[in-house]
């Protein structure tokens, strides 16, 4: 499920049926922003506005969620897929949300301890410098896992690849489920989506 391939089919289809973004909206009984957000790929419909939608577009709902129309005869594996794409999506998600929920209490237990023990036995305030360490290391390992785990898929040529934990993916741009990277095969700084396990 990419949001992005998702927003393009949903303006494609838009404009198949000559509508503007506002009449999508009226039909709907929504802000026209809102379209625009799914457009964009911003946001995805709530799911009690996915049948209406895809009423209104003349597609289906698995066509909604791949950003693709699907013919007759694949219809099935297409759904199926879809429907494990959605499964290891959660899953994965889960625990990759544990692992760093996990690294951020290890950063700021040392930061409390270092707190306490000042205020306890009157020591330099300085010494909460030492507690940066681990809120370095931290923050270096959460990225890393985030780097790690599952692959990312290049938006200009759907390459799924694995990225090099660099600086070009230390800095760069992201969103909860997507970052701005090099793609290594095309080789465009675009928006891959992540894909975890
Ligand atoms: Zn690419």
């Given at each position: ?17 000559g ?20 457009e964009t ?8 506005l ?7 577009l003349g ?21 199926e ?14 625990k990759?949300?544990?692992l ?33 360490i ?25 390459e ?30 675009c ?7």
């Amino acid at each position: 499920m990419n949001q992005i391939k998702t927003g393009k089919f949903i303006a494609q289809m838009r404009k198949e049926k000559g509508m503007t973004q506002r009449q999508l909206a009226d039909e709907l009984l929504i802000s026209d922003k809102t379209v625009s957000k799914w457009e964009t790929g911003k946001g995805m419909p709530e799911v009690s506005l996915m049948m209406p939608l895809c009423e209104v577009l003349g597609i289906n709902v698995n066509e909604l969620l791949t950003g693709e129309r699907i013919p007759d005869e694949s219809y099935k594996e297409k759904a199926e897929e879809t429907m494990m794409d959605l499964m290891r999506n959660k899953k994965g998600r889960g625990k990759i949300i544990a692992l760093m929920i996990l690294i951020l209490l290890l950063m700021l237990a040392p930061m409390i301890i270092v707190a306490v023990l000042i205020e306890k036995y009157n020591l330099p305030e300085k010494l909460e410098i030492i507690t940066l360490i681990p809120a370095i290391i931290g923050a270096v390992a959460i990225i890393f896992v985030d780097c790690s785990v599952g692959y990312y898929q290049c938006d200009e040529c759907n390459e799924k690849f694995v990225p090099k934990f660099s600086a070009n993916y230390f800095f760069a741009v992201h969103k909860p489920d997507s970052r701005k990277i090099r793609c290594p095969k095309c080789g465009k700084n675009c928006w891959c989506k992540h894909n975890l396990y």
